[in-house]
């Protein structure tokens, strides 16, 4: 279950724009507190190039070797991910990089399953 947690993971990660270095701009960095594979990430795949989800693939590589808060946030990745899995296909099909699908949701929020307008506030950037 903790492998497809970290598949899930991955792909949200690439689906809501939470890293890479291929993209648009970047969203201000989250509160360490908010960053659980931060150190993870440090850790175990300090030698890899972030970008095109290497990162997010070396932390996969090592998912034995993560710690709690890490793979806690994996599951709420999970959770967020396929809460916005129907709105995804629906509005956004054809959307694809870091950051667009993230938009393409708060552009669709009006109409989103009650589910992921809550994941998409959530995420959306505080004014």
């Known amino acids: 279950m903790f492998r497809s947690s970290l598949s899930a993971f991955v792909a949200l ?12 701009p970047k969203a201000p960095a989250e509160p360490a507190k908010e960053r659980p594979c931060k150190a993870d990430a440090e850790r175990l795949c300090k030698d890899v190039k972030p970008g095109q989800g290497r990162v997010a693939a070396c932390l996969k590589a090592h998912e034995k070797d993560l710690s709690p808060a890490c793979g806690a946030r994996i599951q709420t990745r999970k959770a967020a991910r396929m809460a916005c899995k129907a709105d995804r296909e629906t509005h956004c099909a054809d959307v694809k990089g870091r950051g667009k699908v993230r938009a393409c949701l708060m552009e669709h929020r009006a109409t989103l399953s009650p589910a992921c307008g809550e994941v998409v506030d959530k995420r959306a950037p505080k004014p």
């Open 13 to 24: 990660t690439l689906a809501l724009g939470v890293s890479g270095a291929h993209a648009a």
